[in-house]
C-alpha cells in the first residue's frame, strides 16, 4: 500500500493522560499536514511541515499539542494531558507542493478522550 | 480569517443534477477543491479549479468560479447511489500549504 498510513486507527484514553499519533505520508512527498475533523465538521488545520522544518501552526493549537517530522518522513503529533474536547479524528494528509498540491489523507486516527 | 461555507444537505433523484455551493472569504486563493469523503473512508479529491478559470469540466463534474462574488460550485450531472458522500470545498491559498476546508455537504441519492 502506497498510500498514506496512520497509526493507531483508534485510540480510547483518560484524561490526563498523553497520546502519540504516527503518520507516514507516500514517500517522495516532502509536504505533510495535521488536521483535526470533529463530527458535521470539514477538516481544521492544525499544522504543516515542509520536509523537516514546521512551517506553520494554527493559532488554535494549543501548547498541549506539538508534532514533529524529525527525518522529514513519518511525523508524530503528540497530545499532552489529555481534555476530553480532544476528542476527535487526527487526520494527516501529504502533498509533493506542486502543481495543484493536490493533498492525500490518511484514514485517520480516532481519539476519545474519557 | 479566511472561512469557507456550503449548505450542509442535499438530496435529489437518482439521474438528477445536483448542485453544490460554496462561498469562501480569501483573496488569494490559488486552488479551489472539491474533496469526497464516503463513508469510513478518508478524503479523496474530486477536482479542482485554478483561480484564473470560470468553469472545469471533468466527466460528469462541473466545476463552476465566480472569483467576484468568491463562490464555487459543483454540478454532479446523473447523480448515481454511488455519489452519496460528504462533499467538502477547499480553499488553497497563496503557496498551497494552508488549505480551509468547508464543514461539508452531505449529498443523499434517493434511488
Known amino acids: 500500500d502506497t498510500g498514506v498510513s496512520q497509526d493507531p486507527r483508534h485510540k480510547i484514553t483518560k484524561r490526563g493522560q498523553n497520546v502519540t499519533f504516527r503518520c507516514d505520508p507516500i514517500?517522495?512527498?516532502?509536504?505533510l499536514y495535521w488536521y483535526r475533523q470533529t463530527l458535521g465538521q470539514g477538516p481544521e488545520f492544525l499544522t504543516y511541515?515542509?520536509?523537516?522544518?514546521?512551517?506553520?501552526k494554527s493559532r488554535l493549537l494549543s501548547d498541549r499539542f506539538s508534532a514533529e517530522r524529525p527525518k522529514g518522513s513519518f511525523s508524530t503529533l503528540e497530545i499532552q494531558r489529555t481534555e476530553q474536547g480532544d476528542s476527535a479524528m487526527y487526520l494527516c494528509?501529504?502533498?509533493?507542493?506542486?502543481?495543484?498540491?493536490?493533498?492525500?489523507f490518511g484514514p485517520g486516527t480516532r481519539l476519545t478522550v474519557l | 480569517g479566511e472561512d469557507v461555507e456550503q449548505s450542509l444537505f442535499l438530496s435529489v433523484r437518482e439521474g438528477d443534477s445536483s448542485v453544490i455551493n460554496c462561498t469562501y472569504t480569501d483573496s488569494s486563493s490559488t486552488y479551489l477543491y472539491w474533496y469526497k469523503q464516503e463513508p469510513g473512508a478518508g478524503l479523496q479529491l474530486l477536482t479542482y479549479?485554478?483561480?484564473?478559470?470560470d468553469m472545469k469540466q471533468d466527466q460528469r463534474l462541473t466545476v463552476l468560479l465566480n472569483k467576484k462574488d468568491k463562490h464555487l460550485s459543483l454540478r454532479i450531472a446523473d447523480t448515481q447511489t454511488g455519489d452519496s458522500a460528504i462533499y467538502f470545498c477547499a480553499d488553497g491559498n497563496t503557496g498551497g500549504f494552508k488549505t480551509i476546508f468547508g464543514a461539508g455537504t452531505r449529498l443523499f441519492v434517493k434511488a
Open positions: 479549479i485554478f483561480s484564473n478559470m
Open positions: 494528509a501529504s502533498s509533493l507542493g506542486t502543481g495543484n498540491n493536490e493533498q492525500f
Open positions: 511541515f515542509q520536509n523537516e522544518a514546521q512551517l506553520e
Open positions: 514517500s517522495e512527498h516532502n509536504r
